[in-house]
């Protein structure tokens, strides 16, 4: 029997709900909500954490290595280059895996894990951002380099915006791969819906901000430091927040969701037109969510739900069609999830983030609780109703406990109600470990 060809899109910043099929009713996302009525929705999906505020690179090397942040080479995470005279240590990534299983392994947008790892994974690619953040009309790309090497005088601007110069590359191959009868992996990395936040016309006049509603948990200011109140993205707006700046806010990011699913369905009806769509595993996903004006915030450099949720869906040949899934999961579970659909080997190092598969197919109710982190002063756990968020800033030590069911907006801390103390002390003994990570 035919391996199953893989297509992988992943946004960069996309929040979990972020999703018409989700109740955002106004949020228009028509090509991934197809596609979660033809596959799986897994609705309760998070990120293990970060190690610095490119919370991003982290979480990508997850992805693509199947092992937590703090077990990888810190070159992994965010550098371009190895420091001068140094070898990168690459784990088996999913790439290479892919490869030695006979896929031939395509790759275009963002890879924000170094040119070492990259070389490790692809076959072949086109329009590459080495990077973390960049003008959405002016993105610095380069060709594929089959040496690995990537010089910096290879860099060129990328000829019109990000989401359409990516999607297309990715076009442009599953065309190339008509009558071809081995399986392939297309890893489309789109740098939307980051800031800056530019849509092209008409997405960029599609959401009024003067009829776009501010959040239930929106405040002008966030009620104590959470140890991250000063990076970047907590500057590109003023304090206290405006609730019109974020009203525009809102509205931009919702145009490049709405421009980015426009060209995702481009992608799976280049699946079509070449007879793939029905063999070809087809993935949705992003690095983290964001705040954007949630809990006085604007960034992804915290626990809270809007930043640390992402949207996952699978659809394709053996999985479920139309099909809801809120068991607990990592997003870096698609490691083992993707090789062992694709009937490739699994390496045993890997056993932290767990196939998807018994849930996906209706055999597992995901885990009975996971965690997360952010730096060394922030961690997380949360079981199937409750969170627990742990702050130790500047040697003060901060407690917000949350009912998820009755609160999903994160509204009302119970730390200090005394009819959740029982709940209190369990989760405490969850927290992951007796220290947060520190900086690699």
């Known amino acids: ?180 009868k081995e399986p392939f992996f297309c890893y489309c990395a789109f740098t939307a819906p980051h800031d800056p936040r530019t849509p092209p016309d008409p997405y960029r006049r599609m959401y009024d901000p003067r009829r776009i509603e501010l959040p239930p948990n929106f405040v002008p200011r966030h009620p104590f430091d959470n140890g991250e109140m000063e990076i970047r993205d907590e500057c590109l707006l003023g304090w206290p927040r405006d609730p019109d700046e974020i009203r525009r806010s809102l509205a931009e990011y919702y145009g490049m969701i709405s421009h980015m699913d426009a060209w995702i369905g481009r992608i799976h009806q280049a699946l079509a037109d070449i007879g793939q769509l029905e063999n070809t595993i087809v993935v949705h996903t992003a690095d983290h969510g964001l705040a954007v004006g949630q809990h006085g915030l604007m960034g992804k450099q915290n626990l809270y739900e809007h930043s640390v949720r992402t949207p996952l869906i699978l659809a394709g040949p053996g999985l479920p069609a139309g099909a809801t899934r809120a068991g607990l999961c990592y997003q870096h579970d698609l490691f083992p999830t993707l090789l062992e659909l694709a009937g490739a080997e699994v390496p045993a190092e890997v056993d932290f983030f767990r196939s998807l598969r018994p849930m996906i197919g209706g055999q597992g109710s995901g885990r009975p609780h996971l965690v997360s982190h952010y730096r060394d002063v922030q961690r997380m756990v949360r079981d199937d109703r409750h969170k627990l968020i742990e702050y130790q800033v500047h040697g003060a030590r901060r407690e917000q406990l949350f009912d998820l069911t009755s609160d999903p907006w994160e509204t009302c801390d119970l730390a200090s109600n005394s009819a959740s103390s029982d709940r209190l002390a369990d989760l405490r003994r969850l927290l992951p470990g007796a220290h947060l990570p520190l900086k690699p």
């Not at 790309?141 to 110069?165: C, H, N, Q």
């Open 1 to 180: 029997m035919k391996s199953p060809s893989i297509l992988l899109t992943i946004a960069d910043d996309q929040r979990g709900p972020a999703l018409n099929c989700l109740g955002q009713e106004h949020l228009a996302t028509p090509c991934l909500d197809a596609l979660a009525a033809r596959g799986v929705n897994c609705t309760r999906t998070y990120h293990y954490g970060s190690c610095h505020g490119a919370v991003s690179a982290p979480s990508r090397a997850m992805l693509h290595t199947g092992r937590p942040y703090h077990q990888l080479d810190p070159a992994l995470l965010g550098a371009t280059y190895a420091p001068p005279g140094r070898t990168v240590q690459v784990p088996p990534t999913l790439g290479r895996q892919l490869r030695a299983a006979g896929y031939h392994c395509f790759a275009t947008g963002k890879w924000h894990n170094g040119v070492d790892s990259f070389h490790a994974s692809f076959d072949s690619g086109a329009n590459l951002f080495f990077g973390g953040m960049a003008d959405h009309w002016f993105t610095p790309v380069r060709d594929f380099d089959p040496t690995g090497l990537y010089p910096r005088e290879k860099v060129r601007t990328a000829s019109g915006f990000s989401t359409e110069v990516f999607a297309q590359s990715a076009i442009d191959f599953i065309h190339s791969r008509r009558g071809v």
